[in-house]
């Protein structure tokens, strides 16, 4: 997310990558990092009496624009933090050369319990003020102590059930809709129907004249997803101060909240949603939830993991 | 089942809500204690002292001060019940204290205020600022200065410390907490009013400011917290003067000293409610 500062940011990307991971400075084997999905999967060691990992990473910045602008003064950090175990700590990465920082970043085990997250960001002196965070990494690695396989758990869980079948009364009311989604519980669950004609041959194909009709679905599948699992999310109990919810409904608030609400801060942004609930004063919500849902479903990542998910989940089932 | 219990352990989130049940809340039913245990885990932390710990803080303050309880409990129930961060961010070990080992402890501290005579459901099984004892837990461990928990003392005396800046995240940065109870021993901020404001401009500016780059912390020696839970069985905590604390290395002084200036100016910039209104803020 780019947001509307008072004093120059960098526009280009800020990437991050972890080259390596030692643990009591032994080098994990290269499977239990992974750059496509930003993972590095801790757990899956073998070892239950490790105390400390080691992270090489390396940090990446649009050069030329670095050196246009009017920044002095810069430096990189490295921020790895967990909310449930209150950890943050910040590592200042070694300038090596023009837009490239490096470094160690050290994981302590007795800090963290589930995952970690790991984000680069750029701070400069800008005008007369020291210290200002001038860029930060778009999209954070996690580090899983959890997990077995380095995926990330963002992921919507998937099924395929003709909707009029008989194990599945729940559905029945929806028996003449493409897809539903069930926004309960630890883990949503999102239902295609495989008895909608065509779905699933479109879905599932693999032929690139299908693929702009494929996309344009997926994205609207995506669209409606975000929406209902938004909405899910934003109940509250009544108290004085909203609560962040945890989980999944977290996660998918602190996705969309910055394109609601794009000048608020997230815990302002989730005020303001809960407080529009209570009030009643819910139509313009609705049109900034819709316009914050169809930006997630549009995003090319997101798009295509969403269609992987989608692709996989009919071969498995098949 | 023996009403003395030998270790705190776990109680599962879903148990424990199920536990507490309106009528358990506003007590006019005891909590069901055969089928606490039964859905608890045992662990290996030692009951007794915490339990002593407890009762001695009720006997030391009357019930129109309780409030005041906190400070003198928090070091100390951080000194005596010694966890890692790791252990201590799972709710299950709160729940197990709350209903299992000092339900009587949770009523005392947070009764229900009339017209509802409940004590919140939080105040047993909820968010670690909210949790009766993982949020004095948490406010030692986060506001202690390595071994020193002076600056706990402080912010534990203060009810708006505890409410309001305990869940900023802004505090994870150990400078960035020293420098805020800085201003308030130095009596630059003194009512909850004017916490809350300092802390709300702290964490505003905050998101543009990186003030772990303004001030560089020190790395937290893990091993030597280690070394300090191992100790536990060698030590007698007292309980008229402070513990020694993790010595797990002091936040460096001169990264408090480079942000209470600033946070200084934040505050005197920012507003306060019934404090006239000054100059814009600056972003």
Redesign the interface.
Known sequence: MKRL???QTVVGDLSLEVREARLDDIALPYEMISTAQRVVALHRIERDEW??ARLSVRVRAPEQELQQGPWTGM?C?A?L??????????T?LRWEGPGEWSGEV?L??????ERAELLG?L?ATVGD?????IATTEASWTVDLQSRTPTRREEIRTRWVDFGDEDHPQLHPFKNDPWTVEAVGQEPVLYLNSGFEGLKALLASGRAIDRPARDALAAQIATDVWTVLFNAATYQEDGDTP?WPGGWRESVLRRMLPDLFPTH?PDDALAEVVSRHRTGDGADLQTRILHAAGKQARRPRNLGNFMRTLRRTGQEEE | MSDILARIGHLPDDAAVKFLTSAVLEQREPLPMAAVDRASQPGPWEAEPVRQLLDEAMKRFEPESRTAADAWLAPLLHATLRL???E???SRIWNHLALRLAPDYVFWRHPGRPPTPAVNRARFSG??YSQTFSRLW?AA??FRNGPDYGPVVVACGNQDVLNTVLRL?VI??RPTAQAILRLLSTGAVRTGREVNALAQAV??AG????????A??A??D??S??DWIEDLGNVLVPYDSLPDGPTDGRVPEHAVEALVPLFERLFAEAPVRGRPEQQETI?
């Open positions: 500062l008072p004093y105390r400390s430096e950090l921020t933090s967990e909310r449930r175990t209150n950890t943050r700590t910040a200042r050290e302590q085990r007795d800090h963290h319990l960001q701070i003020v020291p210290g200002r965070v609560e801060s | 890692t961060r790791r201590a961010a799972d968010p670690f948490w461990e986060l995240e994870l940065h964490n505003t998101s543009t400011l990186a003030y772990e780059a303004l560089p912390d790395v937290q893990a091993d917290y280690r972003e």
